[in-house]
Every structure is written in C-alpha cells, then in structure tokens.
C-alpha cells in the first residue's frame, strides 16, 4: 500500500515571550510526529512539543548555521513522506524575514501539502515591550520594516537607504546590529538628521530584555562602548522619545 505524504506546517513561534505564541501553533506542536526549529525558539514554546516527536535543530545564527537552507528544505520534503504533521517552528514570523515564502515555494514544487500559521514579528512584539508604538497620530502614520543582514546573490544588490530615510516616518531594522554603522550613515546621507532617535532591542519580549538608545550619530559607538549584541531590532524615528514615558508599562515577562 502507498504511503500517503503528509503536511508541512510553518509555524511562527513569535518573538520569545511563550505568552505569545498563537492557540493554533501551539495545538500543531503537541500533535506533531516532526519538529524542525529555529535558534530563536524558547526553550519554554519547545516545551509545548509532543513527546513522542523527533525534534531537529535546523538553526541559524550569524556564523553558525546547524543545516544549509537547502538541507532545512530537503528534510522537509523527507519527513513530509513518512509522517503526517511535520511542524517547521521558526523564530518571530514566518513570511517576515524568515525564508518561510522560499521553503513554501520549494514545498509546493515538490508536491507537498504545506500551510502557513502566522506569529508575532519581533519587529512589532520587541518595541511594544520597549514601550515605543509604532504608530503613534503625533508622530508617525507609517512604517517600514527592513533588513539590515542582506543575503549574497539577491533579487537586487542593497538595500535603498536613501528611499527609506525620505519614505517612512518609522523604520524598523532587522538584524542590523552588524552593519549598523553603514546603516546609519546611509540614514543620515538619505537625509535624516543626525539627532533622529534610535533604539536597539536585544532579545525583546524575553526577561534578558535590554535597551540602547541614542541618536543616529551616537549609537554606534554606543554598541561599541557596550559591547551591545545580537539579537536585536532598531527602531528609528521620533516615536521612540515615547520610551522615556511608556517603559514603565512595560509587561511582565
């Protein structure tokens, strides 16, 4: 009798807080025969795992990749063909800067059922902690939320600073510790002026959350002086002088 293949799920884990993970995923992962995971996932959302599940470690960070993508999609494809749920559990969300939409395509092109359950972005979750909205009517109506660790190879070749300095009122950078000072100065050359406020958030929603701000001109060598790391989003723009007066209601974590 042929073995009928079973479904890919790619499951946002959210940003760290296990308060934040969705029902949905949640349910997938204590019903799941396979669970391939990301760096990022707290070790109390991979609590939430089926016992009887095999857990593999599939995860990234800068310098130390456990699996390739192109192995990450291939084991996908494999288990799909002798197990019925197998849960792909990524840190933040899936389809924002987490290559959930190229292991979907490749899914797809090898004839696996595949779906997509949607967790929290870091990008949102990690300033709201902070106490820095977004959006906010006496300052900002608009967002843009790009990545400061580009891949070789790309659609384009680099990111336009300039557009994006000129473009959005509030910019939220993504792994851009790393090449924060470039990204800085190709803020500041796009236009926006050197004392345009800054935040960095380290492991945000988590308890060893942390918080750097300064200036477009100062923050760099703030990382520098503080030996400020990885993992961290930067918010940019006036919205996060509301930090000095919404911290305090920051939620227990």
């Keep these: 009798m ?11 884990a959210g940003p760290g807080d296990p308060g934040l993970f969705t029902l949905k995923g949640k349910t997938l992962l204590e019903h799941a025969d396979v669970v391939v995971y990301d760096a990022l996932v707290s070790p109390q959302i991979l609590a939430m795992v089926n016992p009887q599940a095999e857990r593999i470690n599939a995860g990234k960070r800068r ?44 899914l797809v092109n090898a004839g696996i059922a595949v779906e997509v359950v949607p967790g929290i972005t870091s990008g949102i979750a990690a300033p709201a902690y902070a106490g ?6 006496a300052y ?7 990545t400061g660790h580009e891949s070789a190879g790309k659609y384009r070749p680099e990111v336009n600073w300039g557009a994006i300095a000129q473009g959005s009122e509030t910019i939220v950078v993504y792994m851009g510790v790393h ?20 935040a960095l958030v380290r492991w945000g929603t988590c308890p060893q959350q942390q918080e750097l701000l300064g200036t477009l001109s100062t923050i760099a060598q703030q990382v520098a002086d503080t030996e400020f790391e990885a993992p961290a989003i930067a918010v940019i723009g006036n919205v996060v002088n509301l930090h000095r007066i919404l911290a305090q209601c920051r939620p227990a974590i």
Excluded: C, W
């Design 2 to 12: 042929q073995h009928s293949i079973g479904k890919v799920y790619l499951v946002g």
């Design 63 to 106: 310098g130390r990749h456990s699996l390739q993508q192109t192995d990450t999609t291939q084991l996908l494809i494999d288990k799909a063909h002798h197990h019925a749920v197998v849960v792909r559990l990524k840190g933040g969300d899936p389809f924002v800067f987490g290559r959930g939409g190229e292991e979907m395509q490749d």
């Design 132 to 137: 820095i909205p977004l959006t906010h009517r």
């Design 140 to 146: 900002s109506s608009s967002v843009t939320f790009v």
């Design 179 to 198: 090449n924060l000072p470039y990204i800085v100065q190709q803020l500041q050359q796009g236009g926006l002026a050197a004392e345009t406020p800054i």
